[in-house]
């Protein structure tokens, strides 16, 4: 097992292309090369957390947070950042980050709140656009039923709950290959018109690579045509946020109770109580300040999320409770569900959980 093979299976849980643009996700520190022995999972790399990985034999961090997020122009020890690069290198310890890729995953950070508080009906609250693609391609009538399979193979096709999904139209293709050509049907400098079939299917942008080779590999013409578009459509199961709903409605004060509980939240601050019971609850682990509007629309009656400031309280409006729970709460269950999703992947594979407490804050 090498880092690049971990990597490879931690992208078809929460695909790197769709980390928001401001975030720094992928391989931090080492070589996709490197042979791993151990695993460790933690929400940051903090030189504890290294020293951890030392003790316990990991050349591997899986870290929620990346611990280089701005440019360096310099490494001499000074910082906690370059403390953590230069013992890590040392050491032969490599570092993945996966943050706002797995932020944007339908089961991520906030899928995984949602478990923890057994909401039901999850939905993604800020659904992201951009992250839907569609290919047009052209191909004899004889070999259609082949190139269609092969693109549903690949994951083309799928949308939502359903799979296979394409849109097939019949026309005349028409072509003449130059004298270097070695056309599939007929001959050099021989003019061509065929029955074909336009197929149109949707899929994922992560999925580009696997779709296009698929194509190129099932598609009997030496010159293939196809064209793709990015869609304006929204991927309601990628994305920033989720909703969910209780089985049954709770007051107020007894939903804070069972948040601070659930989320073992030393304090919550929230906004105005508006003596409305809450039932459909907005999650979004991290800062969510950008999230409020969303949650109201969504007719949430609760929006849990973390680092609002004094002003964010007021967009309420007597519309939404919110609720800053903190930071590290919000997302501390991450490392558990890395673990669990690895776990399956990679069985009798050593993936430990950091047991460093890695929370900057402190209450007194």
Avoid: W
């Avoid at 032969?92 to 980050?97: M, P, T």
């Avoid at 309601?236 to 007894?254: A, H, L, N, Q």
């Avoid at 673990?339 to 890695?358: D, E, G, M, R, V």
Wanted: hydrophobic share 40%.
């Amino acid at each position: 097992m090498i880092v690049q093979d971990i990597i490879k299976k931690l992208d078809q849980l929460a695909p790197l292309v769709y980390a928001e643009e401001f975030d720094n996700v992928g391989l931090i520190i080492g070589d996709k090369k490197a042979k791993v022995d151990r695993i460790l999972i933690t929400l940051d790399t903090t030189l504890e957390v290294i020293d951890e990985a030392i003790e316990n034999k990991c050349n591997l961090i899986i870290s929620f947070h990346p611990i280089i997020f701005n440019g360096l122009k310099k490494v001499t020890g000074k910082t906690y950042v370059e403390k953590v690069l230069t013992k890590a290198i040392k050491y032969d310890i490599s570092v993945f980050a996966i943050h706002t890729a797995l932020d944007n995953s339908f089961e991520g950070v906030n899928s995984a709140i949602c478990n923890v508080l057994k909401l039901r009906n999850k939905s993604i609250l800020i659904p992201k656009s951009g992250t839907l693609k569609k290919l047009i391609t052209y191909v004899p009538f004889s070999h259609a039923d082949k190139v269609r399979e092969s693109l549903f193979e690949a994951g083309g096709g799928e949308i939502g709950n359903y799979k296979n999904c394409s849109y097939n139209s019949n026309g005349k293709g028409t072509f003449m290959g130059n004298a270097n050509s070695n056309p599939y049907y007929g001959k050099p400098n021989e003019y061509k018109n065929l029955d074909e079939t336009k197929i149109e299917i949707v899929y994922a942008k992560h999925l580009e690579i696997n779709i296009l080779n698929s194509l190129n590999r099932s598609h009997p013409y030496e010159q293939v045509a196809y064209e793709t578009y990015t869609l304006e459509n929204k991927n309601k199961y990628i994305g920033m946020g989720m909703t969910g709903s209780f089985d049954k409605e709770m007051r107020e004060v007894d939903f804070i109770e069972f948040v601070k509980k659930t989320m073992k939240s030393t304090m919550i601050k929230h906004s105005k109580l508006l003596e409305k019971p809450i039932k459909k609850v907005a999650v979004l682990g991290g800062s969510g300040s950008f999230a409020i509007e969303s949650a109201k629309l969504a007719n949430a009656d609760a929006l849990i999320t973390s680092d609002l400031k004094y002003h964010d309280f007021f967009k309420a409006e007597n519309e939404i409770l919110l609720l800053d729970i903190g930071h590290f709460e919000s997302e501390q269950y991450t490392k558990n569900l890395l673990q669990a999703y690895l776990k399956k992947k990679i069985p009798n594979f050593a993936i430990l959980l950091s047991k460093i407490n890695t929370n900057p804050v402190n209450y007194k």
